[in-house]
């Protein structure tokens, strides 16, 4: 199960540097206990106090764990300080932009360095184009009502989105397996299993993991 962690620092109590703060601690806790990806989205912060605190949390990261930390939108930002990809929303440049762009950077480097490119998608075609465009992975949401969330797909709509991945290997146990989709919007501990029946490859999520021990989450959720 790939379980994918999106920051939010406005939720944290205190100024603008204690908020910073929290947020890497809560980034090395996350890479430390065996998340698997972590993106940086913060869309309120100058282009400059972006590229600041992600220098930081790829730091945090890489003396953590082994959690892949993606950007979100900023292709120029995540080649800038170091990260491992970018997550792309349903209105930003294609999936094979952003490798192209990437690529031609490390040429230009002569760095060798990989991109993990995720997407997010909130229709099962937006899903299956996602996967025709070179996506490593797309977060579906959302899932379930939330505060703030519009329209809550459901599980049904992610099974159907699951559904949808063109079979490309074969798992150990013989299954087709394509993209991985994950769930994202309202996800807890209760209904995380329901995602996962549905077909999604793991969860992604921002409370979830924020605003618990996420040593303990990462237990529960890898136990399902």
């Not at 480097?109 to 075609?125: D, F, K, N, Y």
């Not at 992610?158 to 769930?183: D, F, I, N, W, Y």
């Not at 999604?200 to 618990?212: D, M, P, S, T, V």
Request: net charge neutral.
């Amino acid at each position: 199960m790939l379980l994918y962690y999106i920051t939010d620092r406005s939720q944290f109590s205190g100024d603008e540097h204690a908020r910073r703060i929290r947020l890497l601690e809560k980034i090395g806790e996350a890479s430390h206990y065996g998340l698997d990806l972590i993106q940086i989205r913060e869309k309120d912060l100058p282009i400059r106090e972006l590229e600041l605190l992600a220098n930081e949390a790829v730091r945090a990261c890489r003396e953590s764990g082994t959690a892949k930390l993606l950007i979100n939108s900023r292709t120029d930002v995540a080649l800038a300080c170091g990260a491992d990809g970018v997550h792309l929303t349903s209105n930003d440049i294609s999936p094979a932009d952003a490798r192209a762009i990437w690529d031609i950077s490390m040429r230009t480097r002569s760095e060798t360095r990989g991109c993990t490119v995720g997407i997010s998608c909130h229709t099962p075609e937006e899903v299956r184009l996602a996967e025709s465009h070179g996506a490593d992975l797309a977060v579906f949401a959302p899932v379930f009502e939330k505060a703030g969330s519009k329209n809550p797909r459901g599980p049904e709509a992610l099974r159907e989105a699951c559904q949808r991945m063109r079979p490309v290997a074969k798992t150990e146990a013989g299954k087709s397996a394509g993209m991985p989709v994950l769930a994202l919007g309202g996800i807890t501990l209760e209904n995380a299993a329901d995602c996962i029946a549905a077909g999604a490859a793991g969860i992604a999520a921002i409370r979830l993991f924020q605003e618990n021990d996420i040593q303990d989450v990462v237990k529960r959720l890898r136990g399902l």
